[in-house]
């Protein structure tokens, strides 16, 4: 079964500082963009996968380079918000995307990713006038994916541990948190990634069996060379180089852009 491969692109500053990454200048932000995707395209193209990549705004400015590669290759764009600003209300979305109008403009992202995966109900309008078609900003099994406003929501992977004791609904914010609150492991994540390691195919193959595909989430930095801020850092699960457990991952599943997913199984997405 196919499943689909989704990366976020964004400074390695947002993962250590949160929002206050933004305060660092761009050569210490993207100090390592470049090399961490060249080194995941050459994965890619190795293993024959296509991924959905979500690029932050602010990327276009300041590492151009990376992002016309990536199009180059035929990967899907899709959008990130500009700096990867916490969307609490419509307000900050609606800056992010403003701040964003040359990178839509120019490669036209059909599908949204919220930072932290946190949406709130309302931004789903807003999205949907901006043009966009799909979104990927919760955590949940895949038959939760619903059509909100008009923009299909389809959830990054999570598996109930007790199927069959709590019916999964689809709520807005639907975070890593409280997927887990809810009774879920989010294997889908990239921090669920760096603790589970090769592991996380297990999660995948069990979805397969049950006729579902997985979508999972990945960041550059989590797969080549990266600076971590703090050595207190290094023991947390997603801080950790996952490079062996993706490649184990694209040789044993196969991977498509979401786009290229909901198409091949006759869930429509409006271009």
Known sequence: MMNALTID???WVYRDFGYDGHRFDAEVK????ENQISHMLSL??????????FFLGEVQEHAPKVLEEVARTGQEIAFHTYAHKPLRNTQVLLKELEKSKRFISDFKPRGFRAPWAYIT?????VLARHGFRYSSSTYGPFNMRKVVDGVLEIPASSLPIFP????????FPRDLKVALKMGEIPYGSGSFLGLLGRKAGWFIKRANKMGAPSIILIHPWQVAESPVSSVR???IPYYRNVNDAFKSLLERFSFTSIFELMKDMGIEIHS
């Open 44 to 53: 890619l193209e190795h293993y024959g996968a296509v991924a959905t990549w």
């Open 30 to 33: 993207y100090c390592c963009l």
């Open 233 to 235: 850092f290094r023991a």
């Open 9 to 11: 692109v964004e400074s």
């Open 164 to 171: 069959f004791k709590r019916k999964c609904s689809m709520i």
């Open 121 to 125: 109900r309302d931004a789903f309008p």
